[in-house]
T-cell receptor, first 113, second 113 residues
Framework: NAGVTQTPKFQVLKTGQSMTLQCAQD?????MSWYRQDPGMGLRLIHY???????DQGEVPNGYNVSRSTTEDFPLRLLSAAPSQTSVYFC????????????FGPGTRLTVL | QQQVKQSPQSLIVQKGGISIINCAYE??????FPWYQQFPGKGPALLIA?????SEKKEGRFTISFNKSAKQFSLHIMDSQPGDSATYFCAAASSGSARQLTFGSGTQLTVLP
């Protein structure tokens, strides 16, 4: 099993550009989530999904979109990148809910100029 | 609004010493308290977790102490080793409909050889 994979590992964007961060898991987990990690602020939940076709907002959803067309994939879209979105982004999956053990991907380091 | 407050932000301990990281929460609905460990360049990974029906849980050199009345819990690392140098996050979740993890701000632990 590859676990949770994320691409790309690094990305530099200019303000206003859009992009999609990819996340995939091969553990047949129902619950998937996106977090951003900023110094001194821990991990903050952006969006999450409890199954294919079902998504919901987390703590910091503004400027991000998600969709879940399959159990395996949960892409995160930045609509119009802003410098405030410079961060490290982690995708995670767990069996059923956020209370189950979450398995994190290796992260994507995004810089917005 | 941070529902889980973690301290200290950084901690330096000598090899063989005891590392103690503290967390406090506000939401009395929280009933699941995991700790995640993150090495540089990697995603967080579950280290140990506790539910409020017990006051202490031990796994090897790692112990969680839980004080329900004070709404506090802590991670103790006995006989700290240089390989324990990492960032540690406490987290909390409830069994309610959201069931999302709320993370603390993280503690960067350095164990000196």
């Amino acid at each position: 099993n590859a676990g949770v994979t994320q691409t790309p590992k690094f990305q530099v964007l200019k303000t206003g550009q859009s992009m999609t961060l990819q996340c995939a898991q091969d553990m047949n987990h129902e619950y998937m989530s996106w977090y951003r990690q900023d110094p001194g602020m821990g991990l903050r939940l952006i969006h999450y999904s409890v199954g294919a076709g079902i998504t919901d907002q987390g703590e910091v959803p503004n400027g991000y979109n998600v969709s879940r067309s399959t159990t395996e994939d949960f892409p995160l879209r930045l609509l119009s990148a802003a410098p405030s979105q410079t961060s490290v982004y982690f995708c995670a999956s767990s069996l059923m809910t956020g209370r189950d053990t979450q398995y994190f991907g290796p992260g994507t380091r995004l810089t917005v100029l | 609004q941070q529902q889980v407050k973690q301290s200290p932000q950084s901690l330096i301990v000598q090899k063989g010493g005891i590392s103690i990281i503290n967390c406090a929460y506000e939401n009395t609905a929280f009933d699941y308290f995991p700790w995640y460990q993150q090495f540089p360049g990697k995603g967080p990974a579950l280290l140990i977790a506790i539910r409020p029906d017990v006051s202490e849980k031990k796994e090897g050199r790692f112990t969680i102490s839980f004080n329900k009345s004070a709404k506090q819990f802590s991670l103790h690392i006995m006989d700290s080793q240089p390989g324990d140098s990492a960032t540690y996050f406490c987290a909390a979740a409830s069994s309610g409909s959201a069931r999302q993890l709320t993370f603390g701000s993280g503690t960067q632990l350095t164990v000196l050889p």
